[in-house]
């Protein structure tokens, strides 16, 4: 009978599926990350290679991950926390899902303003939000601030992505540390009325519609306009860094987030998890990093890669990433209230 | 209400109490996370509702309804005309249509979004196409109301499609012919009896469609498109309140509740069931015209389901070259099926013994067995939220202090084990294969069982040589939905996974959180060309018949 051979063949792909557990080895750390397999993977093995020590993974959406660690309580077998923005690193604190570590390494090779001042959190890598702007279209002279994205000149040339992305969130929230809560909304709503178009998906669907014409500016990652760029030499997009000049708000220098990562409370091998910390914030961690992915190191001492140092130097806006955290959900009323998708 | 079909599957009493107890069970297990959400509600977000109502929530309201209306239309639509056109009517390629018109189901809805979007998109080939005749301000915005109805609905209308399909299969052409010899045409025919009757397994499938419309979160993150479930997961991934969020998604539960309730109610008396055996079907005989008309309409259907989807797919992994391709691309494939195969089959074992309990239930207690379909309506990810903290909660307060107890070493069981998973997968499809079993048991005259009892055949014996038999259509194409439901889950798999046990949409998920929907190509056509196999496979099954 057809069904029952279908049947069994079934019933012997799974029982081939469940056999494959693999045995414990130790030492192993395990680690919940909020950062794609394809960009921690190849470091995680290079850590294993130089060690021995065995790293397992779960990937998801920090959401769900953080649900999952205090759901789990102490018994949660994770023993770090990697997120890809600060303001789920600050809930996971909120939460009191991360243990503080104390180590001079850390403290050296992180700037003060890119972890945790109780060390329960350290940034693994930098990037950079910023305007990117089509070639033939924008003058770079046109262009200065976040700000001055909300005036009548780009109307109808602006395209942003949807308001429910974090980076955008972490964004607007230090626009408001720098400028107030109300100018922030007015400027939020001037971009809103600018728009050419309703807000995209993806930051990649930004550059993509500035390269087609759709709009003439946009705000992304400077990351994704690398890997753009490194795909199609002649995309036509082009970027420039933000609030460069100028005294004060205007002159605070570009956005800056991090990826970062944190040992959890539940963790048994602590001294372990800081090992694996102060590999990463090391010299030759931050540089297979910032190839990975084309983001900064934390590590002033790390050079960025040649393809974006091609873009210059920049000033990072230095109110420390923290802030980001803490004013998201206001931010996301404001972006509510001003319309901002 | 329903005649008393009292005659139970097992006739010893034991037989009647450990079908009930079973069935108790498995609703008390879909229960218990549904349970969780409802929960949310000891600790009010006013703060939040307030902020959602202020800003948001009518838009998000009037998004959601037009979105239902739409997809419910037009599934139904596409559905039954297809469903009639390929059992009733004869035209070219009539055979192939009858199994290929099924294939969009592997398509994952999030999948789709993506290829419209990349195609027909500004950025997309064919309005650079159009910029290079018209100028280069020309182009359209192609996302809103159609596009997102559009897509939803060439993905979900198999549901229908097999439902109805199945329905107008089994009605025996006696019933037609009756009414034609009463003096209907074709067309009276078909909505006076055939439609009618093929009214449970319709409602069926578009309730399906419509819960996994209502349920999405990755088709409309993709438009951009606000519906309500976006207020749930702004509530959790944007203000972090979980509680909220829950407290969002327990009214949509209670929404589709209310009107699978109503739909069951306003049946009321009426019952479905048909001759034994359905003859083979004389079918319509169409003018030429008519004939190709019909052909031209499949045709559509499916290019634009299946076949468009498909090609964008194969330029784009053709593109992006062949890295991917390795062994641990063999593990995500292996991963995918071996789960979604124990999945579905024990979803349809569990169904099963749920249809049963229906069937032999007065209407109330029946309303209680259809409370296990409720794992379908909500949001994967808030169910999935729901299942993990109540199999952490039986980890921490079960396990765990007996293992202390018995002194080995202890660590949690249930979470991140496979076990887990797969309790995740059934009770979030148990209504998917419900659909088919209840319509298929509908159908079986309770007078057969009956006589086969009074010749004395014993419960087992009725149940494998009279039902399982006759639900063997049923039991198919529970089978394939839920197989290839379980291939496209993302959020429960993200979330309740084993180490190391990555599937092909987790693949997906993690490719295209960061914008490669290029590289989420490869992944995605894989995940289409081993879900449908089963579909082959069953219908292969289904015409050897």
């Given at each position: 009978?057809?069904?029952?051979?279908?049947?069994?063949?079934?019933?012997?792909?799974?029982?081939?599926?469940?056999?494959?557990?693999?045995?414990?080895?130790?030492p192993?750390?395990?680690?919940?990350?909020?950062?794609?397999?394809?960009?921690?993977?190849?470091?995680?093995?290079?850590?294993?290679?130089?060690?021995?020590?065995?790293?397992?993974?779960?990937?998801?959406?920090?959401?769900?991950?953080?649900?999952?660690?205090?759901?789990?309580?102490?018994?949660?077998?994770?023993?770090?926390?990697?997120?890809?923005?600060?303001?789920?690193?600050?809930?996971?604190?909120?939460?009191?899902?991360?243990?503080?570590?104390?180590?001079?390494?850390?403290?050296?090779?992180v700037?003060?303003s890119?972890?945790?001042?109780?060390?329960?959190?350290?940034?693994?890598?930098?990037?950079?939000?910023?305007?990117?702007?089509?070639?033939?279209?924008?003058?770079?002279?046109?262009?200065?601030?976040?700000?001055?994205?909300?005036?009548?000149?780009?109307?109808?040339?602006?395209?942003?992505?949807?308001?429910?992305?974090?980076?955008?969130?972490?964004?607007?929230?230090?626009?408001?540390?720098?400028?107030?809560?109300?100018?922030?909304?007015?400027?939020?709503?001037?971009?809103?009325k600018?728009?050419?178009?309703?807000?995209?998906?993806?930051?990649?669907?930004?550059?993509?519609?500035?390269?087609?014409?759709?709009?003439?500016?946009?705000?992304?990652?400077?990351?994704?306009?690398?890997?753009?760029?490194?795909?199609?030499?002649?995309?036509?997009?082009?970027?420039?860094?933000?609030?460069?000049?100028?005294?004060?708000?205007?002159?605070?220098?570009?956005?800056?987030?991090?990826?970062?990562?944190?040992?959890?409370?539940?963790?048994?091998?602590?001294?372990?998890?800081?090992?694996?910390?102060?590999?990463l914030?090391?010299?030759?961690?931050?540089?297979?990093?910032?190839?990975?992915?084309?983001?900064?190191?934390v590590n002033?001492?790390?050079?960025?890669?040649?393809?974006?140092?091609?873009?210059?130097?920049?000033?990072?806006?230095?109110?420390?990433?923290?802030?980001?955290?803490?004013?998201?959900?206001?931010?996301?009323?404001?972006?509510?209230?001003?319309?901002?998708? | 209400?329903?005649?008393?079909?009292?005659?139970?599957?097992?006739?010893?009493?034991?037989?009647?109490?450990?079908?009930?107890?079973?069935?108790?069970?498995?609703?008390?297990?879909?229960?218990?996370?549904?349970?969780?959400?409802?929960?949310?509600?000891?600790?009010?977000?006013?703060?939040?509702?307030?902020?959602?109502?202020?800003?948001?929530?009518?838009?998000?309201?009037?998004?959601?309804?037009?979105?239902?209306?739409?997809?419910?239309?037009?599934?139904?639509?596409?559905?039954?005309?297809?469903?009639?056109c390929?059992?009733?009517?004869?035209?070219?390629?009539?055979?192939?249509?009858?199994?290929?018109?099924?294939?969009?189901?592997?398509?994952?809805?999030?999948?789709?979004?993506?290829?419209?979007?990349?195609?027909?998109?500004?950025?997309?080939?064919?309005?650079?196409?159009?910029?290079?005749?018209?100028?280069?301000?020309?182009?359209?915005?192609?996302?809103?109301?159609?596009?997102?109805?559009?897509?939803?609905?060439?993905?979900?209308?198999?549901?229908?499609?097999?439902?109805?399909?199945?329905?107008?299969?089994?009605?025996?052409?006696?019933?037609?012919?009756?009414?034609?010899?009463?003096?209907?045409?074709?067309?009276?025919?078909?909505?006076?009896?055939?439609?009618?009757?093929?009214?449970?397994?319709?409602?069926?499938?578009?309730?399906?469609?419509?819960?996994?419309?209502?349920?999405?979160?990755?088709?409309?993150?993709?438009?951009?498109?606000?519906?309500?479930?976006?207020?749930?997961?702004?509530?959790?991934?944007?203000?972090?309140?979980?509680?909220?969020?829950?407290?969002?998604?327990?009214?949509?539960?209670?929404?589709?509740?209310?009107?699978?309730?109503?739909?069951?109610?306003?049946?009321?008396?009426r019952?479905?069931?048909?001759?034994?055996?359905?003859?083979?079907?004389?079918r319509?005989v169409?003018?030429?015209?008519?004939?190709?008309?019909?052909?031209?309409?499949?045709g559509?259907?499916?290019?634009?389901?299946?076949?468009?989807?498909?090609?964008q797919?194969?330029?784009?992994?053709?593109?992006?070259?062949g890295?991917?391709?390795?062994?641990?691309?063999?593990?995500?494939?292996?991963?995918?099926?071996?789960?979604?195969?124990?999945a579905?089959?024990?979803?349809?074992?569990?169904?099963?013994?749920?249809?049963?309990?229906?069937r032999?239930?007065?209407a109330?207690?029946?309303?209680?067995?259809?409370?296990?379909?409720?794992?379908?309506?909500?949001?994967?990810?808030?169910?999935?939220?729901?299942?993990?903290?109540?199999f952490?909660?039986?980890?921490?307060?079960?396990?765990l202090?007996?293992?202390?107890?018995?002194?080995?070493?202890?660590?949690?069981?249930?979470?991140?084990?496979?076990?887990?998973?797969?309790?995740?997968?059934?009770?979030?499809?148990?209504?998917?294969?419900?659909?088919?079993?209840?319509?298929?048991?509908?159908?079986?005259?309770?007078?057969?069982?009956?006589?086969?009892?009074?010749?004395?055949?014993?419960?087992?014996?009725?149940?494998?040589?009279?039902?399982?038999?006759?639900?063997?259509?049923?039991?198919?194409?529970?089978?394939?939905?839920?197989?290839?439901?379980?291939?496209?889950?993302?959020?429960?798999?993200?979330?309740?996974?084993?180490?190391?046990?990555?599937?092909?949409?987790?693949?997906?998920?993690?490719?295209?959180?960061?914008?490669?929907?290029?590289?989420?190509?490869?992944?995605?056509?894989?995940?289409?060309?081993?879900?449908?196999?089963?579909?082959?496979?069953?219908?292969?099954?289904?015409?050897?018949?």
């Open positions: 009978m057809k069904l029952r051979s279908l049947m069994c063949l079934f019933v012997l792909l799974s029982v081939v599926g469940c056999g494959r557990n693999e045995a414990p080895q130790s192993e750390l395990v680690v919940y990350s909020s950062r794609i397999e394809q960009l921690i993977k190849p470091i995680f093995d290079q850590f294993t290679e130089e060690t021995g020590v065995r790293i397992r993974y779960v990937t998801d959406s920090a959401g769900p991950l953080l649900a999952r660690l205090n759901a789990e309580g102490a018994n949660s077998p994770a023993d770090l926390l990697i997120t890809v923005d600060v303001g789920n690193l600050w809930q996971a604190t909120e939460m009191n899902l991360l243990a503080p570590i104390d180590s001079a390494v850390l403290a050296e090779n700037p003060a890119l972890r945790d001042d109780q060390g329960r959190w350290f940034g693994m890598s930098v990037r950079a939000r910023t305007i990117v702007y089509a070639r033939d279209r924008v003058k770079p002279e046109e262009l200065s601030t976040y700000e001055a994205l909300a005036d009548e000149k780009w109307s109808g040339r602006l395209c942003l992505r949807t308001s429910k992305k974090v980076y955008n969130q972490s964004l607007v929230a230090t626009m408001m540390s720098a400028n107030g809560e109300a100018e922030t909304e007015s400027i939020v709503a001037g971009w809103v600018n728009l050419a178009v309703a807000p995209f998906s993806s930051d990649d669907k930004v550059i993509e519609a500035i390269a087609a014409g759709q709009c003439d500016v946009g705000l992304v990652n400077s990351y994704y306009l690398a890997r753009q760029q490194a795909a199609n030499p002649d995309l036509g997009v082009e970027l420039f860094w933000a609030n460069q000049q100028g005294e004060g708000a205007q002159g605070r220098g570009v956005h800056v987030n991090i990826c970062g990562v944190g040992v959890t409370q539940a963790s048994d091998k602590k001294a372990l998890a800081q090992q694996l910390l102060e590999w914030s090391g010299p030759e961690a931050q540089l297979a990093i910032a190839n990975l992915n084309q983001e900064f190191p002033p001492a790390s050079e960025p890669t040649p393809l974006i140092k091609e873009w210059g130097a920049f000033k990072a806006d230095n109110v420390p990433v923290v802030e980001a955290g803490r004013l998201q959900a206001d931010a996301i009323r404001l972006m509510d209230r001003a319309g901002y998708r | 209400m329903s005649s008393p079909v009292a005659l139970p599957v097992v006739g010893r009493a034991y037989g009647r109490i450990v079908l009930r107890v079973l069935g108790l069970v498995l609703v008390a297990a879909v229960l218990a996370p549904v349970l969780v959400v409802l929960l949310s509600w000891w600790s009010p977000e006013g703060d939040i509702w307030q902020h959602l109502l202020a800003t948001q929530l009518p838009g998000l309201l009037r998004n959601t309804v037009v979105l239902l209306i739409g997809v419910g239309v037009l599934v139904s639509l596409l559905g039954v005309s297809l469903a009639w390929t059992v009733m009517c004869e035209f070219p390629g009539r055979k192939q249509f009858d199994w290929l018109l099924m294939l969009p189901l592997a398509v994952p809805a999030y999948v789709m979004a993506f290829v419209v979007l990349g195609v027909f998109d500004f950025g997309g080939p064919l309005q650079a196409l159009g910029r290079s005749v018209f100028g280069p301000r020309w182009g359209v915005d192609v996302r809103g109301d159609l596009s997102v109805i559009v897509i939803f609905a060439l993905v979900l209308y198999p549901y229908v499609y097999m439902l109805a399909r199945s329905a107008f299969l089994s009605q025996s052409s006696e019933t037609l012919e009756v009414a034609r010899v009463l003096g209907c045409n074709a067309r009276q025919a078909f909505f006076r009896v055939a439609l009618p009757m093929a009214r449970p397994a319709i409602v069926a499938g578009v309730s399906l469609a419509l819960m996994e419309t209502l349920a999405d979160f990755g088709t409309v993150a993709v438009f951009n498109y606000d519906t309500f479930t976006t207020a749930i997961y702004k509530s959790w991934f944007g203000f972090f309140n979980l509680q909220a969020a829950t407290q969002l998604a327990s009214l949509l539960l209670l929404f589709v509740a209310l009107t699978l309730f109503a739909e069951r109610r306003s049946r009321g008396a019952r479905y069931t048909q001759g034994a055996r359905p003859q083979h079907h004389r319509y169409l003018s030429p015209t008519g004939r190709w008309l019909i052909f031209a309409y499949c559509a259907v499916l290019s634009l389901a299946f076949f468009l989807p498909m090609l797919l194969l330029l784009w992994v053709l593109a992006s070259g890295e991917q391709f390795n062994a641990r691309f063999a593990d995500l494939i292996g991963h995918s099926v071996s789960l979604a195969a124990m579905a089959l024990l979803t349809v074992v569990l169904a099963l013994v749920l249809a049963f309990n229906r032999f239930s007065s109330r207690r029946r309303d209680v067995f259809s409370l296990a379909q409720l794992g379908y309506a909500l949001p994967g990810s808030v169910l999935a939220v729901g299942i993990m903290v109540s952490t909660w039986l980890d921490n307060r079960l396990f202090p007996l293992q202390q107890w018995l002194g080995i070493d202890p660590r949690p069981v249930l979470l991140g084990s496979v076990l887990t998973l797969l309790a995740a997968y059934w009770i979030r499809f148990l209504a998917v294969a419900s659909g088919p079993l209840d319509s298929t048991l509908e159908r079986i005259r309770p007078s057969l069982p009956e006589a086969a009892r009074t010749l004395g055949a014993d419960g087992w014996r009725v149940l494998r040589e009279i039902y399982l038999p006759l639900l063997r259509p049923g039991l198919l194409t529970a089978f394939v939905l839920v197989f290839v439901d379980v291939m496209k889950e993302m959020p429960a798999t993200l979330l309740l996974r084993p180490f190391g046990w990555d599937t092909l949409s987790v693949r997906i998920f993690e490719l295209t959180a960061e914008g490669q929907w290029q590289l989420a190509a490869l992944p995605a056509l894989s995940l289409v060309l081993v879900g449908f196999l089963p579909v082959l496979l069953s219908i292969r099954a289904s015409v050897r018949r």
